[in-house]
T-cell receptor, first 112, second 115 residues
């Protein structure tokens, strides 16, 4: 079954404590992306990757890092989380042809 | 820059009512257009898409037509059901160029359908 998985699904943490949200896909897609969803703002892109070892900033990259060392994984790293990063995060993947994106189930992050 | 504007919600309808959610875009050229749906507690799912002018996307009774004259991609359904209650997002992306694949979303429209 084609899947995009994210872990953890829910996380409550404290300011400054480094965390990683994992994203994994089994569809062999080249393109992967991270979004955050906030009330009244819709979804905004954080980072994206066109392929292994190729990453680029989206609209709201500040405070986040990513890496793409293998095709199936695209972790999102918050090295020093702050309360304004409390949000619902989605990972998405797509082929390099149609760019029809498939979304993971989301990770709800709360930073206190 | 490119942007997507969709009607503010929430929208509340009775079962079997006609649904229209308006979506307009601003872009240089002709992007691909999408409607995504987010059911409560879930991620986004692609509902339908259109990749060129005058294309009509359709799925699950929903339709939207890519109108380049009005730069619009309005979502319609003739008879909504309670199970259609969700948040609907209009989005655009490019198949080519420096930002290919990146989705630009509208802010979403919450639909509630009452029995």
């Amino acid at each position: 079954e084609a899947q995009v998985t994210q872990n953890p699904r829910y996380l409550i943490t404290v300011t400054g404590k480094k965390l990683t949200v994992t994203c994994s896909q089994n569809m062999n897609h080249e393109y992967m992306s991270w979004y955050r969803q906030d009330p009244g703002l819709g979804l905004r892109q954080i980072y994206y990757s066109m392929n292994v070892e190729v990453t680029d900033k989206g609209d709201v990259p500040e405070g986040y890092k990513v890496s793409r060392k293998e095709k199936r994984n695209f972790p999102l790293i918050l090295e020093s989380p702050s309360p304004n990063q409390t949000s619902l995060y989605f990972c998405a993947t797509a082929t390099g042809v149609s760019y029809e994106q498939y979304f993971g189930p989301g990770t709800r992050l709360t930073v206190t | 820059g490119d942007s997507v504007t969709q009607m503010e919600g929430p929208v509340t309808l009775s079962e079997e009512a006609f649904l229209t959610i308006n979506c307009t875009y601003t872009a240089t050229g002709y992007p691909s257009l999408f409607w995504y749906v987010q059911y409560p507690g879930e991620g986004l799912q692609l509902l339908l898409k259109a990749t060129k002018a005058d294309d009509k996307g359709s799925n699950k009774g929903f339709e939207a037509t890519y109108r380049k004259e009005t730069t619009s991609f309005h979502l319609e359904k003739g008879s909504v059901q309670v199970s259609d209650s969700a948040v609907y997002f209009c989005a655009l992306s490019w198949r080519y160029g420096g930002s290919q694949g990146n989705l630009i979303f509208g802010k979403g429209t919450k639909l509630s359908v009452k029995p």
